[in-house]
Structure formats: structure tokens, C-alpha cells
């Protein structure tokens, strides 16, 4: 080796030879580690690495340019999500919650609400208007999410305009989000009994817009990546998981329905009112990396269809169970300093209601109580089945919260579907997983 | 957090839905299921099955394999640590699908804090290979059967079990605008 690079340095380990690279320098890497001792390399990919969504590390033994052997380290992005919540109380623990999967913080937040709700024995109170706006906030969020994995996945292969596409779509869903939630992520819109509020004046108007031009582009997706010649030979035949595999290392979502399993459970176990919408579960059968671009895709079709029908569904009432012990005092307004308490409430507690006063207190300080009890919510997010496993001790913070990560169980499923590719397809076959390490690591 | 998590007593039959055909059928496929299931609770239309650590394994085997359960998809594993549980402090819930009739149940297997051995379901359902290594680590479970039990998410070298309640939290006291806020481990409880 003749690198003059200070960084890219070579030292001799008890497991062999260590090179460190640093761009460039592959071909005198490659050509030292052939010639000095070794059959097999082991190669070091990430955590940062531009494709491994996040920081992910993948761990591979080579034989040439074939993988031989995949270990994934996970962990690098950590927070302690589950531990902090045990010392909020349980409206708190929605903003920890949603901070987890930042691809689909609704997901995660209604699941943690309809478990909280489950324990307090009042799923049947939720109001309507405000399981339909959850409904249509997570359909949104589906089509958001599988956009990232598009535009992102495209990258990864090469198809860079795929990325301008998808995000332009995106960025429109982010503005809805925006408008209605007041963040574009980390909502903490969803709350237990409800959502925080009502949707803002023009919202309807703003996601009907949408709902009208996204199969247009939908189809403009088609037109662009679905007969193209190179997209898809580096996705057909590669990343291949059967229904077998699939079950047995607990993979779910569209990983699953493209090995051709409909397994859904918005149908097979409906929350939230989805026995009320019409929508077909999209499914393939090869089982390969083409296969879960096509369900994917399909499946943006009807969200679409589903935020469509939600948007027929959605009529006036309240957003926020009746019980003033658990619904949080938010009657919002935009005021000169930005959103808060309105000032009509503000008035109504301080002025004239004692009792109000102190509901409003309680809330804010202690929270409300939840019996004791545990309970499982599983709900189907854009990478498979999402479930918060909620355990109280009948105080006013969750004794244990562990949220079920799709990313996390489906991750385990890289050596089987990366051992024996190429080193090329890895990138492929990763991105088909769809990981997000925030959901992953929590 | 002083409260104990009060665990209800054991719920009588007819539990109603599919609870009593998958207890039938259990019943069926395990005739040790008396002496293997501690407790069978139905709460919030769930149904828990408290099981000895001893029958794990075999019990879970049967859950996957007879015709007539089915639980062919392990969900979720994680833990619990109730350290006023004298004698059976770490917890490990099991949460089964089974696609196969649409149903789910849970599992729960207690170890006391001397001796953290859980049997391993690795070979039963793959799925539970990372679950099982997260349980260890953030826990201290010791997963007895697991092909590769080490740390997940904490560096290898970590001392401790993080999400034991005897881990404190971590933090420090912030100051905005005069006042000081105390750590969340640090505020006022409300029982």
C-alpha cells in the first residue's frame, strides 16, 4: 500500500490485518488484503453510511464481491424512550413516544393512546370525529412514510430523480401535518381520548387538494421507475423472503404481504373503525425486493382511498372524550405569541369556574389515574405491526412501556435476505427492509 | 412507583370469546397444563397465562404446533421488573398471534432476581432472538438456550441493566429563569 493519507492507516490485529478507508483508496485496499494473506474480508459498513438509513452497522464477511456472512450492530441511536416514560405521566408519554419512529410518529402515538385507553376501559367513548381524524392522520402518514422509503431507496440504487419526486409529494403531506398538528413531525397530536385538537379551518379543503392530485402521481411513479430497465433488474429476484421466513423471524407489513400472506391488521384485527372503510390489502407473490416496491405503492393507492372516504366520514362533534378527569385541558388558540390555551378558557378558569381551575390543575400536575392492569395495542403501521405493551400500577405514570418495533424485529431479517448476494444488493435488499433506526433503537 | 402493581386473581371459566376454546385446546395438547399454567387471567379482553419457567419450552412448542392453536407469530417479548414481587421479581411477557384463527393471548414467565434464568424460545420462534437480547440487556435475563445472548442496544461493556426500576433514571437539575427544575426521578410523586 502506498496511501500517504494520515487517517487511512493500516495496523496488524490479533483477528488480522485493519485498514481503515477512507474513499478512493479501494483498489490499493483491495489489492493488499488479495495479495498479503486473506481469502475472506471483512468489511465494516456503517453506522455512517449514507444508505443505512440512520445509524445502522452491518457487519460483512466477503468472498470477492458475495456476502458470505451478515451481522447487523444496532443500538447507536438509543434514547431510553420506554425508561423516561415511567417518569411522566401518561399524556407526557405521548411527545416521548413519537420521538421514536420519526418516519411515523402517528402511528406510534395513537398506538400508545388506544393502549392507555384500553387500560382506563374507555375505547368505546373516543368520539367519532376524532377516530376519523385519526384514521385520516395515519393514512397520511402512510403515503408520507412510504414516500421517504421511495425516494430514499431510489437514491440508494442510483435513481436519484425518484428523490424529487417522492419528496415533492411529502413535503406537501408535511404542510397538511403542519397545518393541523403545528409540527411536521413529533406531533404528539394523537392524546389519550383523543387528539389535542380539532382540525384547523381549511385543513378539509387543503387534504381533499391532495388526495385529487396524489394518483396522478402515483402514477407518475409508475411511469418513471416501474418499467424501467435498471430498476428493475437490481430489484427483481434479490432480497428474496418467503411467507415461511417471514413468520418465523416475526417480519410483518408489506415485507409480508409481498411474499403473499394478506395479513393486515386494519381487517383481520380493526381498531380505530376501520371495519367501517372500503380498501383492499395489496399482496404480491415473489417475495423479492420488486415485489415490496409494487406493495408499497399499491398501498399508497388506498390511503389515498381510505383519507378520501375519511374526509366523506368527518362530521361535527367533539374531538376529546367527555370526562374532564383524563380530557387535557386544550381549548387552543392562535394568539399573538403563537398557539396557546385561548383566552375565552383562560377567562372561564381563572374567573368563574373554581371547579374548572382546579380539573385544570390536577391534570397539568398529576395527570389522571389509570387502573392497574396491562394490556397489549397492536395496529398496523407502514412497516408492519407497531404494539405498545402498557403496564400501570394505578398511579399517574406507566409502571412499563415497551413499544413493539416493527424496524427492530424486521431488521433481523438481513442475513437471510443479504448471505449469498452480492455486496451491491445489500444496499437493495436493506432499503427493502425499510428500517428506521429511531423505531429500531427507541 | 411505591405502589405495588396489584396482579388480579385468577379469572373463572367461562372466560367468554375464544378464550375457552384456546384454554380447551391447550388443555388437549398439554395435559400437564394444571401444573404449567400458575394462573389464567382475563382482564380488558385479554387473556394472560401465567406459566412455570420449567414448562416454558414446552408449552410454547405445543402454542405453535397444534392444529388447533396456532400461535405461529411471537409479536412481542420484552420484560417487566417488579422488585416487590419477592422471589419472582423479572417478568418476561410473551405476546402470540396466531393468523392462522385470528386470535392472541399472552404469556408470562416470572424468575426471581437470584436466579435470572428464563428458558430460551429462540428455537421455537426465531423472532425472538433480538427481543431476547434486548430482555438481557436491559433486564439482566439470562435467556438459557440462546444462540448468541449478548447486549442490543447498550455497549457491550455497559455495567447494569437499564430498565430496572433499581437503575435510576439519570439527569440533572435544570435552571430557567431563576428556578431550578429538579430531574424527572426528583419531582414530587403523585400516589
Known sequence: ?442 | MSDEPELPPSSARPYGGYFDDVSDALAAAYPNVSQAVERSIVDRGELTLHVRRENLRDLAQQLRDDQDLRFELLSSLSGVHYPMDVGRELHVVYELTSMTHNRRIRLEVAAPDADPHVPSVVAIWPTADFQERETWDMFGVVFDGHPALTRIMMPDDWPGHPQRKDYPLGGIPVEYKGATIPPPDERRQYA
Open chain 1, 1 to 442: 500500500m502506498t496511501t500517504t493519507d494520515p487517517y487511512a492507516g493500516v495496523r496488524d490485529t490479533t483477528e488480522g490485518r485493519v485498514y481503515t478507508v477512507t474513499g478512493g483508496d479501494w483498489d490499493d485496499v483491495a489489492a493488499d488484503a488479495v495479495t498479503e494473506h486473506a481469502e475472506r474480508l471483512v468489511v465494516n459498513m456503517g453506522p455512517q453510511h449514507p444508505s443505512t438509513h440512520g445509524v445502522l452497522r452491518l457487519i460483512l464477511e466477503l468472498d470477492g464481491e458475495t456476502v458470505t456472512q451478515a451481522r447487523l450492530a444496532i443500538g447507536y441511536l438509543h434514547t431510553g424512550i420506554e425508561k423516561n416514560c415511567e417518569y411522566r405521566n401518561y399524556t407526557q408519554g405521548v411527545t416521548f413516544v413519537t420521538r421514536a419512529d420519526y418516519l411515523s410518529p402517528l402511528f406510534t402515538e395513537s398506538a400508545y393512546s388506544m393502549a392507555v385507553e384500553k387500560l382506563l376501559g374507555i375505547t368505546d367513548e373516543v368520539p367519532v370525529r376524532a377516530q376519523v381524524i385519526r384514521v385520516m392522520m395515519m393514512e397520511l402518514n402512510r403515503i408520507s412514510s412510504h414516500l421517504v422509503w421511495l425516494g430514499t431507496g431510489g437514491l440508494e440504487i442510483g435513481a436519484l430523480s425518484a428523490m424529487l419526486y417522492a419528496f415533492r409529494e411529502r413535503e406537501q403531506i408535511l404542510d397538511i401535518f403542519e397545518m393541523i398538528t403545528g409540527l411536521r413531525m413529533n406531533h404528539a397530536y394523537v392524546r389519550p381520548g383523543g387528539v389535542i385538537q380539532d382540525l384547523p379551518p381549511g385543513a378539509v379543503e387543503k387534504i381533499r387538494e391532495f388526495v385529487q392530485i396524489m394518483p396522478k402521481r402515483i402514477d407518475q411513479y409508475h411511469d418513471l421507475l416501474t418499467g424501467q430497465p435498471i430498476w428493475i433488474k437490481r430489484l427483481e429476484g434479490v432480497g428474496f423472503l418467503d411467507v415461511n421466513a417471514c413468520v418465523a423471524l416475526g417480519v410483518t407489513g408489506p415485507l409480508l404481504r409481498a411474499a403473499g400472506l394478506p395479513w393486515d391488521l386494519r381487517k383481520s384485527q380493526p381498531y380505530s373503525g376501520y371495519e367501517g372503510y372500503e380498501f383492499d390489502v395489496p399482496t404480491q407473490t415473489t417475495g423479492d425486493n420488486f415485489a415490496r416496491y409494487l406493495v408499497r405503492m399499491d398501498e399508497m393507492r388506498e390511503s389515498v382511498n381510505i383519507v378520501e372516504q375519511c374526509l366523506d366520514k368527518l362530521r361535527p362533534g367533539p374531538v376529546m372524550v367527555d370526562d374532564k378527569k383524563i380530557a387535557w385541558p386544550a381549548q387552543l388558540a392562535l394568539g399573538a405569541d403563537g398557539m396557546g390555551n385561548s383566552l375565552d378558557h383562560i377567562r372561564h378558569i381563572m374567573a368563574t369556574s373554581m371547579e374548572s381551575l382546579i380539573h385544570h390543575f390536577k391534570l397539568v400536575t398529576e395527570g389522571f389515574h389509570v387502573p392497574p392492569g396491562q394490556v397489549y395495542q397492536p395496529i398496523e403501521s407502514p412497516r408492519g405491526q407497531l404494539g405498545v405493551h402498557l403496564v400501570s400500577d394505578g398511579g399517574t405514570k406507566p409502571y412499563r412501556v415497551h413499544l413493539r418495533e416493527p424496524s427492530f424485529v424486521n431488521l433481523q431479517a438481513v442475513p437471510a435476505v443479504c448471505e449469498g448476494s452480492l455486496i451491491a444488493d445489500v444496499i437493495a435488499s436493506v432499503a427493502s427492509l425499510d428500517p428506521v433506526m429511531g423505531g429500531c433503537d427507541r
